[in-house]
């Protein structure tokens, strides 16, 4: 019996998270059967029971994934010295993340956003999750406060501020901007990276007499 290769192991991974991530995104977690998820991948339940348990666990998954992108994304940029800029940073993980879940629609429209949404709210009555959201977020958080420690240190921020609170607040920027991708539509975001080097570029009252 010949062996299947890792990759089409992967690809068929892909697919599953691929489908499920469709119809979660269409339907709600809780609307959407597992069965829903076979139609959607056109698979057996053996073939994909063999990769995940249940809809709890592709929910996971799906959420670990992206939140391994979104670190990844920010600790790659931690490397640089001095590191990006926050509104040329923000905006290149986020597009970078938006590419790689472009496939992915509803009804002719991105999915990847109003699925966030629905992760945030489930993560309220689902224990496993909300834990597997703490944790991912907390490596993104002590990603961007290891990034919030360069500037300060290459003289680029105030070192007034504590890295943790600048760190919650880019978070809440990028985790907004999604919102407004799913309740809104579609915007680029260069538009958040021009917001923010706007608010960037303000100077205290006193300072422009």
């Not at 938006?98 to 992915?104: G, H, I, P, V």
């Not at 489930?122 to 597997?132: C, F, G, P």
């Not at 993104?140 to 105030?158: C, L, S």
């Not at 538009?191 to 608010?199: C, E, N």
């Amino acid at each position: 019996m010949a062996r299947v290769s890792q990759e089409h192991l992967d690809a068929r991974r892909r697919q599953i998270l691929d489908g499920a991530a469709i119809c979660f995104a269409r339907g709600g977690f809780h609307a959407t059967s597992m069965q829903d998820v076979l139609k959607e991948v056109d698979l057996s339940a053996g073939a994909v029971y063999r990769y995940f348990s249940g809809k709890e666990e592709l929910i996971a998954a799906i959420v670990g994934e992206v939140l391994g992108q979104v670190r990844d994304g920010f600790e790659e940029a931690a490397r640089s010295t001095p590191p990006p800029t926050p509104d040329l940073l923000v905006a290149s993980v986020l597009k970078r993340v938006l590419a790689s879940k472009e496939s992915l629609t509803v009804d002719g429209r991105p999915a990847f956003p109003g699925l966030v949404v629905q992760v945030w709210a489930e993560t309220i009555r689902n224990k496993e999750l909300s834990a597997v959201l703490q944790e991912g977020y907390g490596t993104v958080r002590a990603a961007w406060t290891r990034i919030v420690r360069d500037y300060q240190d290459a003289g680029m921020m105030r070192a007034d501020v504590p890295p943790e609170h600048v760190a919650r607040t880019m978070m809440a920027a990028a985790m907004g901007f999604l919102a407004q991708q799913a309740l809104f539509g579609p915007t680029s975001a260069d538009d958040l990276a021009h917001g923010l080097r706007a608010l960037m570029s303000m100077r205290d009252g006193a300072d422009t007499n």
